[in-house]
C-alpha cells in the first residue's frame, strides 16, 4: 500500500516537519559524496549495538561519540528509494502531527521518537555488529501519534495489484494498523536478522503514542502561538474528495467544496476526485475570483445516468474555511 495523501488540512504550514525532510536530503548528499569511506562513514554516525555491548569496542569511544550515533543514525539512509519512502510517509503524516503539537513541541517529539527507537533496536539486538541508520523510527512514532489523533480520517491510497493500480481511501486506523502488524510479523520472521531494524520501527511507533500523551499535558508556549500565527495557511487541499449524493429521482447530484478567504477572494483551481466504486474520477476545477460562501458551481454531466444515455449535472456548494 502507498499512502498518497491523507483527508486532514493542516492549518499550519509544516515549518518542522520542512526542515526535517530537508535535512535528511541534506545528509543524504553527504553520504553521496563520501565514495569509498561511505562504509566507514555509516558506521561512525550509524546505530551499532556492538559499540556499546561488546567492551573491547565501546573502550575506544567517548561519551559524546557513543551519544551522537543516537541522533546522527536518523539521519542516514542506505539509498535513495529508503530515502524516498521515508520522507513521503514524513510529508503525508508529519504535517498534522506537528499542526497539534507546534512546532518546539513536534520537535522534541520526533527527536524523542528517533532516540527510543535507536534504544529498542539496541535493546533487542544487544550484540549485534551491523549499523541501523534511517528515519524509519521517528517517522514509526509520528505515525503512532497520528493514529491517536486522527482516527477518523482517510488515507488515499495506491494498492498495486499485478497490472492494476487502483487508489481507494482507506481509514487512517486501518492502514497504520495494517502497517504494525506487519512490522510486528516481520520483526518476529526475522528474528532480528536481515537489514531492517523492525524492532526500531515498532519501539517508535508505541514510544511515539506514549510520548504525544506526555507533550499534550504541557501547554503551548507564547513563542509557539507566534510562531502559528506566522505560519497559518491561507490555502486548502489542492486536491480534493468529494462525495456527491443524490435526492430522490433528482438526475442531478450535490456536493461541498472547502477553500479559504483568500481563494474565495483571489479564485483558485483545485484538482477533485469523485469516487465510482473502485474507479476514481478526476478533474480539474477553476473556482473564480469573488466566489461567496454558499455559492454554487455546476459542472455539467456529471450528474446521474438517465434514461436515453444523458447524464444529469454535478452542484457544488461553496464552503469557505474560517
Not at 63 to 87: A, D, E
Not at 287 to 300: D, H, N, V
Request: with cysteine.
Amino acid at each position: 500500500m502507498i499512502p498518497l495523501r491523507d483527508n486532514i488540512r493542516s492549518k499550519n504550514y509544516p515549518v518542522i516537519n520542512t526542515t526535517i525532510i530537508v535535512l535528511n536530503v541534506f545528509v543524504f548528499f553527504i553520504e553521496l559524496a563520501q565514495g569509498q569511506e561511505l562504509s566507514q562513514f555509516i558506521f561512525t554516525y550509524g546505530l551499532v549495538p556492538a559499540r556499546y555491548s561488546i567492551p573491547s569496542i565501546s573502550s575506544h569511544f567517548t561519551l559524546g561519540q557513543q551519544l551522537f550515533p543516537f541522533l546522527s543514525f536518523m539521519f542516514l539512509h542506505g539509498g535513495f528509494i529508503h530515502l524516498l519512502g521515508n520522507m513521503w510517509s514524513l510529508y503525508i503524516f508529519g504535517d498534522n502531527v506537528e499542526d497539534k503539537l507546534g512546532p518546539f513541541r513536534y520537535l522534541l517529539f520526533y527527536l524523542l521518537c528517533g532516540f527510543a527507537s535507536g534504544a529498542s533496536h539496541l535493546v533487542l539486538n544487544w550484540n549485534s555488529q551491523m549499523p541501523t541508520i534511517g528515519a524509519s523510527g521517528a517517522i514509526a512514532g509520528v505515525m503512532g501519534a497520528y493514529m491517536i489523533l486522527y482516527p477518523r480520517s482517510r488515507v488515499l491510497t495506491l494498492i498495486p495489484f499485478f497490472f492494476f493500480f487502483p487508489i481507494v481511501e482507506i481509514p487512517a486506523v486501518f492502514f497504520l494498523g495494517i502497517w504494525f502488524i506487519f512490522q510486528f510479523l516481520s520483526a518476529a520472521a526475522s528474528g532480528g536478522q536481515g537489514g531492517i531494524a523492525w524492532w526500531a520501527h515498532i519501539g517508535g511507533f508505541i514510544f511515539g503514542i506514549i510520548f504525544l500523551r506526555l507533550l499534550l499535558l504541557f501547554k503551548r508556549t507564547s513563542e509557539a502561538g507566534k510562531v502559528r500565527r506566522i505560519t497559518k495557511k491561507k490555502t486548502s487541499h489542492r486536491m480534493q474528495v468529494i462525495r456527491p449524493v443524490s435526492l430522490g429521482q433528482d438526475p442531478h447530484r450535490y456536493a461541498t467544496i472547502s477553500i479559504t478567504r483568500t481563494e474565495a477572494l483571489n479564485g483558485t483551481g483545485k484538482l477533485v476526485n469523485i469516487p465510482e466504486g473502485y474507479k476514481k474520477r478526476t478533474f480539474k476545477l477553476i473556482i473564480p475570483p469573488g466566489t461567496s460562501e454558499g455559492s454554487k458551481l455546476r459542472l455539467s454531466g456529471l450528474g446521474r445516468e438517465l434514461d436515453g444515455g444523458e447524464r444529469g449535472d454535478l452542484f457544488l456548494k461553496v464552503q469557505i474555511e474560517d
